[in-house]
């Protein structure tokens, strides 16, 4: 499966976006997807996973509250929408795919998308 991310863009504190993944190849609905982010000088870290079905889902204690990740199989597409952005929230977010469970270990997804840049002004 191949996946492209976009919607990212400057965002003011407090403010919103919602990121989406398409994905195109191999059957969507067989993949649980995953939100990862990576900051400058830092390790690309796990923010939220889904089911292939979208009944499962969980989320990285910081954003936990504030973001939402959804999945439309019908239209090959994962979402994440943020809410109430903080400048922390800086990064490049990736999407990602594996088959199996859901998981909060980079390590475990084989499929990723180029990236797309997120950045919340103060």
């Known amino acids: 499966v191949q996946l492209q991310a976009f919607g990212g863009g400057l965002v003011q504190a407090g403010g919103s976006l919602r990121l989406s993944c398409a994905a195109s190849?191999?059957?969507?609905?067989?993949?649980?997807m995953g939100w990862f982010r990576q900051a400058p000088g830092k390790e690309r870290e796990f923010v939220a996973t889904i089911s292939w079905s979208g009944g499962t889902s969980y989320y990285s204690d910081s954003v936990q509250g504030r973001f939402t990740i959804s999945r439309d199989n019908a239209k090959n597409t994962a979402y994440l929408q943020m809410n109430s952005l903080k400048p922390e929230d800086t990064a490049v977010y990736y999407c990602?795919?594996?088959?199996?469970?859901?998981?909060?270990?980079?390590?475990?997804?084989?499929?990723w998308g180029q990236g797309t840049q997120v950045t919340v002004s103060s």
């Open positions: 190849g191999r059957t969507f609905s067989i993949y649980v």
């Open positions: 990602a795919a594996r088959q199996g469970g859901t998981s909060s270990s980079r390590d475990e997804y084989n499929h």
